[in-house]
Each structure stands twice: as C-alpha cells, then as structure tokens.
C-alpha cells in the first residue's frame, strides 16, 4: 500500500508570519490537531509544523498573547517528510524512528500533498503493524 492511499490530500498550511489565534482557528475549522507551516501558500515548501500541543506548552503556558505571537516562534522546525509513492510501511518505519503522531507528504518539487497521523495508519495497516507503532511512537525519547 502507497501512503498516497491514505494520507490526508492538501492539508490546510500556514506561514510563519501567521498569528497563533488565527492558526487554532484552521484547526478548529478542520477538526486537526497540526498545520503544516510552510514558506509561502503559493510554493507550499514545508519549514516545520505547530501542533495544539505547540500553542498551549510555548505559547499559553508561557504567558504570551496568542494574538500576537507569530507561528515561527512557536512552531516545531525539525521535519522528517516522506513521497506519496513510498510504501506505507516506510512511512511507518519513519514515524517509528523519530517518535512522530504525523508525518508530512512532499511531491515531486518538494511541496506539501499531504499529511499522515497516526489514526489513518492505525485504520490501514494490520492490527499488529499498528500497535507496534503506537508503542514506540509512545516511548520516551532515547537519551544519547
């Protein structure tokens, strides 16, 4: 199975410029709990993601005014991405590796198609392929 049959196609994105009340807002109004962030709307180049978890813990629990706090301070910058037309199992191999609930999908050019979380994959996979990822997903971070 290719992860072009199960990710989320064209996810809503926004920038870093972008304010973190009108980001929780795109997330409400798509029922998500991530956006990926990206250089500009028209190219759609992946520069990180903010997540719910990224608003509340650097933003709220740091006493900063959400509305006028950018996205680029909060957001997360480490990306770990994966093609369309790659196996899911390498996609689950990725998300496993790096401790990831979700992971962007890049064409050709290198800009954002699409998105998969942990519940799409749980849905496609067998039941033991997926619970072997929730576990290790789950972990605590490995200390080097």
């Known amino acids: 199975m290719k992860v072009a ?8 994105c926004c920038t870093e410029d972008d304010n973190l009340v009108d980001v929780a807002r795109m997330m409400k109004e798509h ?8 250089e500009d709307q028209a190219t759609l ?4 993601i903010i997540t719910d978890r990224d608003i509340v813990v ?4 740091a006493d900063l005014d959400p509305m006028g706090t950018k996205v680029e ?3 997360t910058r480490s990306l770990v991405t994966v093609q ?9 191999r990725l998300m496993e590796q790096h401790q990831l609930r979700r992971i962007l999908v890049v064409d050709e050019r290198g800009a954002v198609a699409g998105i998969v979380v942990q519940a799409q994959i749980a849905m496609n996979v067998n039941p033991t392929m997926a619970g072997e990822m929730i576990e290790d997903i789950s972990q605590p971070p490995k200390m080097s």
């Open 84 to 92: 369309a037309e790659e196996n899911v199992e390498e996609c689950v």
């Open 58 to 61: 650097r933003a709220l629990a």
């Open 5 to 12: 049959e199960i990710m989320e196609r064209h996810p809503t």
């Open 31 to 38: 029922d998500c709990g991530a956006i990926p962030v990206v």
């Open 73 to 75: 301070e909060c957001m």
């Open 45 to 48: 180049i992946p520069v990180g």
